[in-house]
Nanobody, 122 residues
Framework: QVQLAESGGGLVQAGGSLRLSCAAS????????MGWFRQSPGKEREFVAT????????RYADSVKGRFTISRDRVKNTVDLQMNSLKPEDTAVYYC???????????????WGQGTQVTVSS
């Protein structure tokens, strides 16, 4: 059973930084790509970033390019999201997701974490 757990969320002032981490366990070899999504009140869940498991390829939403960086640690089985220059509109619940597909970039994800709250104050 694949299990994903996010951590690192919190309250930060605009312009500050946070680093989110996603710990993966239980059949993680099925996750050929990992991604981060977010959802704010009254809005649909939106894509943030994704990274391939065995390659260096990454993709970012236009709204976070130049500010967010996704990375992975194959030894620790974690996928991290470094968030810099945070804005109030970045406030959302952030979810880690795994995609069990050979397609790149994935058009769907199969496994999801519970989410971690990120709040950016003005």
């Amino acid at each position: 059973q694949v299990q994903l757990a996010e951590s690192g969320g919190g309250l930060v002032q605009a312009g500050g930084s946070l680093r989110l981490s996603c710990a993966a366990s239980g059949g993680t070899n099925r996750n050929l790509a990992m991604g981060w999504f977010r959802q704010s009140p009254g809005k649909e869940r939106e894509f943030v970033a994704t990274i391939r498991r065995y390659f260096d390829d990454t993709r970012y939403a236009d709204s976070v390019k130049g500010r967010f960086t996704i990375s992975r640690d194959r030894v620790k089985n974690t996928v991290d999201l470094q968030m810099n220059s945070l804005k109030p509109e970045d406030t959302a619940v952030y979810y880690c997701a795994g995609a069990a597909t050979l397609n790149w970039p994935p058009n769907s994800y199969d496994y999801w974490g519970q989410g971690t709250q990120v709040t950016v104050s003005s």
